[in-house]
T-cell receptor, first 113, second 108 residues
Framework: DSGVTQTPKHLITATGQRVTLRCSPR?????VYWYQQSLDQGLQFLIQ???????AKGNILERFSAQQFPDLHSELNLSSLELGDSALYFC????????????FGPGTRLTVT | ELKVEQNPLFLSMQEGKNYTIYCNYS?????LYWYRQDPGKSLESLFV?????AVKQEGRLMASLDTKARLSTLHITAAVHDLSATYFC????????FGAGTRLTVKP
């Protein structure tokens, strides 16, 4: 158990809908990262927040957004969902701002039908 | 742009055999990680390699780093079924970039 929690574990929704994925980092970690893992794209970095501020952006679609709250938990919002958004979404956390020593959560499996 | 390439992508081994997974990356990086992922599960950190010539070993797995060649290897010694999983290398520049993964199957 990495200490990173994610909810929900599974999510099934229809195209065009909007969902929110939640992540709580390990105690003491200030950075939260979001990744998408799909069969065709592999494991891709989406976005990093550090202590409430956006720090780095990867291949995140404009339909996706994230935020980190004062209690350091983070939410990833996915809107206008398409079939291709079906994937495993991982959250990871680390102590500092540099993307080192990341601990991964169990993931949320999103299925868009 | 940083590119990370792993090979092979699929590896089927007999128990007791040795094999090596390769990870090449395209630009100078701070550090390199190896992760293990079991089907449907999260990523478990195996090794972090920080400098040229770094070698780390845990059980039947040994990882090494050659920063001049931009190459890391994960060597498997006397494979056992429990090692069946997908192994990823990941390289850090401004963010963490993952290779495509090597799906390892160890057969009796």
């Amino acid at each position: 158990d990495s200490g990173v929690t994610q909810t929900p574990k599974h999510l099934i929704t229809a195209t065009g809908q909007r969902v929110t994925l939640r992540c709580s980092p390990r105690s003491g970690d200030l950075s939260v990262y979001w990744y998408q893992q799909s069969l065709d794209q592999g494991l891709q970095f989406l976005i990093q927040y550090y202590n409430g501020e956006e720090r780095a952006k990867g291949n995140i679609l404009e339909r996706f957004s994230a935020q980190q709250f004062p209690d350091l938990h983070s939410e990833l919002n996915l809107s206008s969902l398409e079939l291709g958004d079906s994937a495993l979404y991982f959250c990871a956390s680390s102590v500092g701002v540099a993307p080192y020593e990341q601990y991964f959560g169990p993931g949320t499996r999103l299925t868009v039908t | 742009e940083l590119k990370v390439e792993q090979n092979p992508l699929f590896l089927s081994m007999q128990e007791g055999k040795n094999y090596t997974i390769y990870c090449n990356y395209s630009t100078t990086s701070d550090r390199l990680y190896w992760y293990r992922q079991d089907p449907g599960k999260s990523l478990e950190s195996l090794f972090v390699l920080l400098s040229n010539g770094a070698v780390k070993q845990e059980g039947r797995l040994m990882a090494s780093l050659d920063t001049k060649a931009r190459l890391s290897t994960l060597h498997i010694t006397a494979a056992v079924h429990d090692l069946s999983a997908t192994y990823f290398c990941a390289v850090v520049l401004n963010d963490m970039r993952f290779g495509a993964g090597t799906r390892l199957t160890v057969k009796p």
